[in-house]
């Protein structure tokens, strides 16, 4: 199934009208928090032509999610700079920290920033 959606998602890529980051490539966003406002954030920029990382420090969580939507996945702590790393934050144009703890949203961003 997982390979059908990456198929699904190159063939909208080919098309014209692709969202795109400033620098002219698919928008890089990177989801900290696999609840229900993260697996819903993820199931909806997924039809909006992004590529999308998830991270959670459940790994059932994250096997549940990427096996369902077109992302990739990464077990650990969002506030945890090796994670961020991992992720690709770097690249990242992007992200959204929608765990439970408003405490660790915003260290999540200030991390990443």
């Not at 990739?72 to 703890?101: F, K, P, Q, Y």
Request: hydrophobic content about 40%.
């Amino acid at each position: 199934m997982k390979h059908e959606l990456r198929r699904k998602k190159d063939e909208r890529h080919a098309h014209a009208g692709q969202r795109e980051d400033s620098f002219g490539g698919v928008m890089q966003i990177i989801i900290v928090g696999c609840g229900k406002v993260g697996r819903t954030l993820a199931e909806q920029l997924q039809e909006e032509d992004t590529d999308i990382t998830l991270i959670d420090i459940n790994p059932d969580r994250i096997n549940e999610i990427t096996d369902e939507v077109d992302a990739m996945g990464v077990v650990g702590n969002g506030a945890s700079i090796n994670t961020l790393m991992e992720a690709r934050i770097e690249t990242a144009d992007i992200l959204s920290a929608v765990t439970v703890s408003d405490e660790m949203n915003l260290l999540c961003c200030l991390i990443a920033q």
